[in-house]
């Protein structure tokens, strides 16, 4: 996982230029005080700061944004699995955009645990594939290809 100091960023943008997935994005408003926003961003007043989820940082204008894969969520179960002095256990971290997908196009797992379902589901001579292969840059993200129907394909 790529991590992000946030309060340490100047806004040079050199990441976003070097980097190969072309995921990190330049944040340049000022969201939390911008009236521009104020119908779509609670945090425009006290209470609707209340809202905002404590564990995630809000950046300021001026700095790179970039998905964290919800390091917040990753560290608190894996601290709770550890408290109860066992390993985690499958299912029991999600990211946040794995569990709001209502068709299960993203699935969030630990790879390396042999009958899980993200291990089951990845079979490189099958659909599966990394992003940039070529470069070996070793990513944790899998891919799969379109289904298609083969048998319309040949008729």
């Known amino acids: 996982m ?6 340490r960023c100047v806004g040079t943008r050199y990441c976003a230029n070097n980097c190969p997935y072309k995921v990190r994005r330049f944040n340049w408003f000022e969201y939390d005080t911008n009236s521009a ?40 179960g894996k601290l709770n699995a550890k408290r109860e ?6 299912g029991e971290i999600n990211t946040a ?3 709001s997908c209502p068709t299960h196009a993203i699935t969030f797992g630990d790879y390396k645990m042999k009958d899980s379902e993200l291990n089951k589901m990845w079979k490189p001579e099958e ?3 990394h992003l940039l292969e070529e470069l070996d840059v070793q990513p944790n993200v899998f891919y799969q290809t379109k289904v298609r129907n083969v048998e319309e394909e040949k008729a």
């Open 2 to 7: 790529n991590q992000m100091i946030y309060n």
């Open 127 to 129: 659909r599966s594939y």
């Open 97 to 99: 955009c794995a569990q």
């Open 37 to 76: 926003f104020k119908n779509v961003n609670p945090s425009q007043n006290d209470l609707g700061r209340m809202v905002l989820n404590p564990d995630v940082v809000v950046r300021a204008r001026g700095v790179m944004e970039k998905c964290s894969l919800c390091v917040q969520r990753l560290q608190e």
């Open 85 to 90: 002095g066992r390993t985690v256990k499958e």
